[in-house]
């Protein structure tokens, strides 16, 4: 019985909502608790992953810094590449993460089964 | 019989999530099932504040809150996300816990089934 992996899933834009950033604090706060956190960044979420961000006019620290709590924390980034190509945008242009791996739908089908809570914020 | 854990994000009034929640916790123990806790997160911390003042012909929200309380259902806010909102402890509902992540972890650990009413 019991939660023991989830995935959070990123689906939004960073910056115009506090979704990825309180995302991803719940991402890494439920390890305390001996959960294994997984997270997946697919449709406009994939924008948090590019890097040359500069966030300081909107008074933001870029949303990199909050990345980093993922991968000290040993959580596995998952990025859809369906969601890049259609956005155009290269895995050049990510920010260079640990963790990160980019998948297809295909083996996102895969990932969905390994879970006992899917969600996102 | 099913352990549900529910996340909450998001303000009361604005959005019917609230009443769903205590439709549906109220439907699970009529059915035998049990709820590990309800964490307030993000925008949903506001659910627990006492200040809240109910208008007539609106869902007394703040009634069915302490209404699971007392049943003894485990309820908590993110503390993180009330400070950003300007909710101290002292504002909170009676026996809503203030509390960080790692208690809405512990509730996961302890559940079945995670319903969540995000942004």
């Given at each position: 019985m019991g939660v023991h992996r989830i995935l959070?899933?990123?689906?939004?834009?960073?910056y115009g909502s506090?979704?990825?950033?309180?995302g991803i604090r719940l991402a890494t706060g439920v390890t305390v608790a001996d959960i294994e956190s997984v997270v997946l960044f697919m449709d406009d979420g994939v924008f948090a992953l590019m890097e040359n961000q500069h966030s300081s006019s909107l008074g933001l620290l870029p949303i990199g810094g909050s990345l980093e709590y993922l991968i000290d924390n040993g959580v596995q980034i998952n990025v859809?590449?369906?969601?890049?190509?259609?956005r155009g945008i290269s895995v050049n242009n990510l920010l260079k993460l640990n963790n990160m791996k980019i998948i297809s739908l295909t083996e996102l089908g895969t990932l969905l089964l390994q879970f006992d809570v899917i969600f996102s914020i | 019989m099913v352990k549900f854990a529910f996340l909450v994000c998001t303000v009361p009034y604005t959005f019917q999530n609230t009443d769903t929640l205590y439709d549906m916790i109220e439907?699970?123990?009529?059915?035998?099932?049990?709820?590990?806790?309800?964490?307030?997160?993000?925008?949903?911390v506001i659910n627990a504040s006492r200040k809240i003042k109910v208008a007539k012909g609106v869902p007394n929200l703040p009634e069915k809150l302490q209404k699971m309380v007392d049943k003894g259902i485990r309820v908590a806010v993110c503390s993180t996300c009330s400070e950003y909102r300007g909710?101290?402890?002292a504002d909170l509902a009676h026996g809503v816990d203030y509390a960080s992540l790692m208690t809405f972890g512990d509730i996961l650990s302890q559940a079945d089934k995670l319903i969540t009413f995000g942004l």
């Amino acid at each position: 019985m019991g939660v023991h992996r989830i995935l959070v899933v990123f689906n939004k834009s960073p910056y115009g909502s506090a979704s990825i950033v309180e995302g991803i604090r719940l991402a890494t706060g439920v390890t305390v608790a001996d959960i294994e956190s997984v997270v997946l960044f697919m449709d406009d979420g994939v924008f948090a992953l590019m890097e040359n961000q500069h966030s300081s006019s909107l008074g933001l620290l870029p949303i990199g810094g909050s990345l980093e709590y993922l991968i000290d924390n040993g959580v596995q980034i998952n990025v859809l590449k369906d969601s890049l190509v259609s956005r155009g945008i290269s895995v050049n242009n990510l920010l260079k993460l640990n963790n990160m791996k980019i998948i297809s739908l295909t083996e996102l089908g895969t990932l969905l089964l390994q879970f006992d809570v899917i969600f996102s914020i | 019989m099913v352990k549900f854990a529910f996340l909450v994000c998001t303000v009361p009034y604005t959005f019917q999530n609230t009443d769903t929640l205590y439709d549906m916790i109220e439907a699970a123990y009529e059915l035998g099932h049990s709820v590990a806790g309800v964490f307030f997160f993000v925008d949903g911390v506001i659910n627990a504040s006492r200040k809240i003042k109910v208008a007539k012909g609106v869902p007394n929200l703040p009634e069915k809150l302490q209404k699971m309380v007392d049943k003894g259902i485990r309820v908590a806010v993110c503390s993180t996300c009330s400070e950003y909102r300007g909710l101290e402890e002292a504002d909170l509902a009676h026996g809503v816990d203030y509390a960080s992540l790692m208690t809405f972890g512990d509730i996961l650990s302890q559940a079945d089934k995670l319903i969540t009413f995000g942004l």
